[in-house]
């Protein structure tokens, strides 16, 4: 068992970037655009986000403050956000918003990943919900407020309205 939670914790993100990977390349140009340009305002955002919110907030990992050795090594860093978990659920993010199916089998991995962490030991459930959370109100506020205003630029309607990427 442990070894598959070692595996869910430290490989399983990857299966989820090769999904999102073949779902946009079996989209036709047009979709291709908008994936690209959503992922291009809302990843950032949720990195920064969640940077700013680690700088105020430091949650030490549940293997310092409990004395015990988690199932994967680590940093004595600080836990939250959990980058695994921010990660999963920015592809997550981006992948149900375009397509729900596809998007509902990202949040399950997303989830595996998360919950594979905390019980190997790395980091505390809170850490985990917060990066989702951190992702989910990231692409609401990317596709309702910023999205539209960049699709009004003159940039945007230049590159991307008359052409192919």
Do not use: C
Not at 50 to 58: H, K, R, T, V
Not at 111 to 119: A, E, L, N, P
Not at 151 to 165: G, Q
């Amino acid at each position: 068992m442990n070894n598959l939670i070692i595996f869910s914790a430290k490989y399983l993100y990857l299966l989820e970037i090769v999904l999102a990977v073949v779902y946009l390349f079996l989209q036709n140009r047009s979709k291709q655009k908008s994936i690209i340009i959503l992922s291009a305002i809302f990843l950032p955002l949720t990195y920064i986000v969640a940077q700013i919110i680690a700088a105020f907030y430091f949650d030490p990992r549940p293997f310092v403050v409990g004395n015990f050795t988690p199932l994967i090594s680590h940093a004595l860093d600080n836990g939250f956000p959990s980058d695994h978990m921010l990660l999963t659920s920015a592809i997550a993010s981006i992948l149900f918003v375009n397509n729900k199916k596809i998007g509902v089998i990202a949040w399950i991995i997303a989830i595996v990943v998360g919950v594979s962490r905390v019980y190997a030991g790395i980091p505390h459930v809170t850490d985990i919900v917060g990066s989702a959370v951190i992702a989910i109100v990231s692409i609401w506020v990317a596709k309702q407020y910023i999205l539209p205003q960049v699709a009004k630029t003159k940039l945007y309607k230049r590159y991307f309205e008359s052409r192919t990427i």
